[in-house]
């Protein structure tokens, strides 16, 4: 079932939601040139910004919020002058502050890839999430968004990939700031906008590779997958049909993303009454893994609309087991 997530502003100011309430606690300051620095305590990759807008003289406003009982930072970035123009929004949090939404819970985005555990996204806007382990935060994790205002198709390539450089040097130098002890990556030189690639199950090399034998493919009557390209996304799906019909869907949550899903999950148990669940203790800031299986509605030749594929239950919990092993290697996670 989708569920919404929505951010709401209102007139430029952020509205914080809290347990029992709501709380306004902000406070602007403009800025261009160098004091662009002094934006979002620091952590705004001025420079990558810059190249963004072209090398254009920019503004920056900039608050800092309890959300969720810890400090986190939010900013806006504009082309000075260029009233309607694209604006680019960074946030940084401390990984307890937030469970997440945007880019960070899309099943559809790629892995941002060059060695940072995060999700890109290009679809109606680019929007990017990373995600260090930083035991001097809350949650043992920092994580940092950037998006813009701006549809992809209105914007360069080079402004897109901007956007992922944007959230990568900014999560660079706020680790710094607060001195994290994870691994980051490389600057970003390419974004992934491959999205969904069908392809033979025996062919599988993205978020697929690695879940199915062959001979478990043949026993399940698995003869496709769909899938993304293979990374440390902070959610990633595997989905499996024969030929044109839907069989299973497999989802991985991470980090914040995982939180939300566990969040909502316990909420409202209806929507997923049915599917198969597990989670894997990974540490640092990803924490609890969180891994779904569910048998997918279609509509077969003949017109029938049912779940075709196999309800045996060890059948699928040794998918979702596969599967989990599978994306959790990749991500880092101890698995048997």
């Keep these: 079932m989708t569920r919404l997530r929505l951010s709401l502003y209102v007139g430029g100011l952020l509205l914080v939601l809290v347990a029992g309430g709501l709380a306004w606690t902000v406070s602007f300051q403009d800025g261009d040139g160098e004091d662009l620095g002094d934006q979002c305590q ?4 001025v420079e990558e910004a810059r190249q963004f807008f072209d090398g254009a003289r920019l503004k920056a406003r900039g608050h800092t919020a309890d959300w969720g009982g810890y400090d986190s930072q939010w900013c806006s970035v504009w082309a000075e002058g260029q009233d309607g123009g694209p604006v680019l929004k960074l946030r940084v949090w401390p990984r307890a502050a937030y469970r997440a939404s945007g880019s960070a819970a899309d099943e559809s985005a790629t892995p941002i890839g060059h060695g940072w555990t995060g999700s890109f996204v290009s679809g ?10 930083c035991k001097t935060m809350a949650g043992a994790g920092l994580l940092v968004t950037a998006g813009t205002t701006r549809k992809s198709e209105d914007l360069s390539a080079r402004q897109v990939l901007q956007v992922a450089r944007v959230a990568t040097e900014s999560a660079r130098r706020a680790a710094g700031r607060a001195e994290c002890e994870g691994a980051l990556g490389e600057r970003p030189g390419t974004v992934d906008r491959a ?19 062959g001979s478990e493919a043949a026993r399940l009557r698995v003869t496709d997958v769909t899938e993304n390209p293979a990374g440390r996304a902070l959610t990633e799906q595997c989905e499996m049909s024969r030929g044109k019909l839907g069989l299973f869907s497999t989802t991985a949550y991470y980090g914040p993303s995982a939180e939300e899903e566990m969040h909502l999950d316990g909420k409202y148990p209806g929507t997923v009454k ?8 990974c540490g640092g800031a990803i924490g609890t893994a969180y891994f779904k299986l569910v048998r997918v509605k279609d509509r077969a030749a003949d017109g029938t609309v049912a779940t075709h594929g196999t309800s045996d239950p060890a059948a699928l919990k040794r998918l979702l087991e596969s599967y989990a092993t599978a994306s959790g290697k990749r991500h880092g996670c101890p698995t048997p």
């Design 42 to 45: 620091g952590s705004l990759a």
């Design 124 to 133: 109606y806007s680019p929007e990017a999430a990373v995600l260090v382990d």
């Design 195 to 213: 999205g969904w690639t069908t392809r033979p199950v025996g062919r599988a090399t993205g978020t697929c590779r690695g879940v199915l034998t």
């Design 274 to 281: 049915g599917a198969y669940t597990r989670t894997l203790e």
